[in-house]
Structures are given as C-alpha cells and as structure tokens.
C-alpha cells in the first residue's frame, strides 16, 4: 500500500520538483494514516501512527503547500478541521 501512495505521487502532476519526491518514514505514515481513514483530524492521525503533535502538523502543512491534501472546515484556524488526499 506504501509503494501504491508513494507511484501516486510520483505520477502526481502537483508534485512542484525533484526535491519533493523525498519522503520521510513519517510522512509516509501520515498520508497512509489519512488515506485509509478519508477524512480525519490532526489528533486522530497523531493517535494512530504515535508521531509527535508537531511533527504531524508540520507534514500536514506540507503535504497541503505539494497539494497532496487538503482540509475541509470552517477556516485554517478551525479546531475541528479535517484532511483529505486530494483528488
């Protein structure tokens, strides 16, 4: 399932460069986390893959600027936000 997220963005045409393509073992973690639960918040993805809160926010931050997620809420201040993969 891994290598199947990881073709995806590789043949992604948002991916911006090169340098993009490089993912951490956490940031793997993450866009499978939100993959298999569709839509999901930064406290349940940080529940099930036990990566610090910061370091999810961060990735999550990341992943949205590659356009590989986007989140669904009222506005970015939103305690109730969620993530999706974006299609």
Known sequence: MINETIDD???????????QLLLSENEIKVIECI?????????????KTNIPDRTVRRIIKKLIDNNTVESIGNNDKSPNKKFKIKE
């Open 9 to 19: 963005l590789l043949n992604s045409k948002e991916m911006k460069d090169a340098s």
């Open 35 to 47: 993959k298999r639960n569709v839509l999901i918040g930064a406290k349940e993805i940080i529940g």
